[in-house]
């Protein structure tokens, strides 16, 4: 069965706690930090603030976070995992691109479209189309666009199957950690420059 963002999302959850457990904040100075297990270097992370924008980098790659306004930074380190995929602007070539196509998902959109559709002669030939793909691996996003077009289906359907990357999840998960870690460790606030300062 190919992939879902539900199982990617839960992977990354689950690989993302045990990396980012042990992490501890050390500033860096004024609105730069470095998470990290001590005397460790696996899975560390730089945050560096600057106008409207939270920088992540190091092992999860690279993400630019957007954060305007006078409590923008209180915002983002108290946001939400999906608040903090809607902010994100840029995700380096090495963590991916920000989304990516999931077969699963795709093939389980077609099969509710092949029961509720009044297409749904044309969605069960899609179906089985790339069922037969997905068996042997070798259904993607392209193989995905060809099958609807060659059926004649919506062309609002070739975002099905769409959603944030594991790159772009990773990214996430990092935010979550520093902000975390900023609430445990009140030290390291001090480095925090307001937007008046600046």
Known sequence: MSDTYKDARATVLELAG?????????????????????????????????????????????????????????????????????????LSRNAGQKEKFYAGDALAYAREAASESPESKNWRALVNEVAQLDKWGDFNEHEWHKAIEAYGLDVDDHSAGRNYSEGALWAVEAVRCFARLIKNQPEAKLAIATENER
């Open 18 to 90: 045990e990396a980012f457990k042990d992490h501890v904040l050390t500033p860096e100075g004024e609105d730069r930090w470095t998470c990290r297990r001590p005397g460790k270097s696996a899975y560390w992370f730089r945050i560096v603030r600057a106008p409207g924008t939270l920088i992540l980098l190091g092992d999860v790659g690279t993400a630019v976070f957007e954060c305007y306004g006078p409590d923008s930074f209180a915002v983002l380190t108290s946001a939400d995992w999906h608040y903090l995929l809607s902010k994100m602007t840029a």
